[in-house]
């Protein structure tokens, strides 16, 4: 069902997910590795010592997840986007008038609340409600944003720290979150098409206008009890190991191994353009192939990335590597939500979801401290590198291992539906 003669309203729920992933999600999970250098060489403390700071704020997210998920059924949608959202401004803020470590470590859990309760979960439920024909398409469209955010803003913040230094920096950002998104949390954010009197993109009224079907699927207690749950869940951590190790030391890998500064500032935006690409791509793959041949391809997108990414100090192998890594990074950001759905179903997909979001907060919390320990051992990034292409074959066995139990419900017609489009 439709307003007649005008634009499905799902389509502003997309473009709202898409700024809430560019100016929320972007900024605190993608621009970690600009603020590393000059931060810690004003106030004196080590790169390592810094970046626990993402340890915490990915600790809080993974907290967070499941709470947040069970909120959204029990607040109204823009009560609860605006506090999360508010969060992470704050923080923003905050960051900006630290002096000492423990300052960062203190900003960083609202941040953490933020990133998981205003950004991945409300987004991809929101994506998952509105969207029933296209679901793998409008996923990746709408967080696809987390790439565009990072192109637009990492020269943009790199100019400002230049020339204004890394603590206005940090409060442009909490400002753009707070004039940007929440009055378009406010003004636009509808939980579900029923709250406009509509139905999901594909779903198709009765002759007496009741929907065809009631949501399909397990409840989050028969999800949990399934080999199929927890082998996701543990992929996801896996995958958010390899994705987000690579992603805090990009930089500093790349300086590292001769690439000049202004090349490895180039390749970070260039990554964060392929996101966008890749996002779209894969959600689409999603619907068309399938999920086994889809996570194939992300898989070995993954390891491929890094066999150029020892050779990232020449200019094509380091494009190449912004193109796979863009691919391989849809592992724990379309994957993640669109598995949920396609493997246990609707019926309380947000309770379900926030778990899993749970375990993707888990991997970007475990990746700077298992990245550090590997890159001790001698020193290098090379064992890293070598460590990360091992886990990327384990997360695919996982995922498949997901795939092949998942637990039996009648969703024929909404995959089937899809597959057709």
Not at 110 to 123: E, R
Not at 289 to 299: A, D, S
Request: proline residues 4%.
């Amino acid at each position: 069902m439709n307003e007649k003669g005008g634009i499905f309203y799902g389509w502003w729920i997309l473009v709202a997910g898409f700024l809430i992933m560019t100016f929320l999600y972007a900024p605190i999970a993608n621009l970690v590795s600009l603020f590393t250098k000059p931060v810690t060489e004003e106030l004196g403390f080590g790169r390592a010592e810094f970046t626990m700071y993402y340890t915490v704020m990915a600790t809080t997210a993974m907290i967070i997840a499941p709470i947040a998920g069970r909120l959204m059924k029990k607040m109204d949608i823009r009560v609860y986007m605006t506090i999360f959202t508010l969060l992470g401004a704050g923080a923003y803020i905050g960051f900006s008038f630290a002096t000492e470590l423990i300052h960062f470590l203190l900003f960083a859990v609202p941040m953490g609340m933020a990133l998981t309760g205003a950004g991945m979960i409300p987004v991809s439920v929101l994506i998952t409600n509105w969207f029933n024909a296209k679901r793998g398409l409008s996923l990746g469209i709408a967080l696809s944003g987390t790439g565009f955010g990072s192109m637009i803003l990492s020269p943009l913040v790199t100019w400002i720290i230049t020339v204004h230094g890394w603590r206005t920096a940090y409060l442009a950002i909490g400002i753009l979150i707070l004039v940007v998104l929440v009055p378009l949390i406010i003004f636009v954010v509808k939980l579900s098409p029923a709250d406009k009197g509509l139905l999901p993109l594909g779903k198709e009224e009765t002759s007496n206008g009741a929907p065809q079907k009631e949501l399909v699927g397990v409840t989050q207690k028969e999800a949990f009890k399934s080999v199929s749950f927890w082998a996701l869940c543990t992929g996801i951590l896996v995958g958010g190991i390899v994705v987000n190790s690579m992603i805090i030391n990009l930089v500093p890998y790349l300086t590292d191994i001769g690439t000049p500064t202004q090349q490895a500032a180039l390749l970070l935006s260039l990554a964060s353009a392929m996101v966008i690409v890749a996002k779209l791509l894969v959600g689409r793959l999603y619907d068309k192939l399938g999920l086994i041949k889809t996570l194939t391809f992300i898989v070995a997108s993954d390891i491929i990335c890094f066999l150029f990414l020892l050779k990232g100090n020449l200019l094509i192998p380091g494009i190449l590597y912004t193109v796979f890594s863009a691919l391989g990074s849809t592992a724990v950001t379309v994957t993640p939500a669109y598995l949920t759905g396609a493997l246990f179903g609707e019926k309380e997909y947000s309770s379900k979801y926030g778990t899993v979001a749970l375990f993707t907060s888990l991997g970007a919390a475990v990746a700077p401290i298992a990245a550090g320990l590997i890159y001790n051992i001698n020193h290098s990034y090379g064992l890293l590198i070598k460590v990360l292409i091992a886990l990327a074959v384990v997360e695919f066995v996982l995922f498949f291992i997901a795939i092949k139990s998942k637990p039996k419900f009648d969703l024929n017609s909404d995959i089937s539906q899809q597959d057709a489009l």
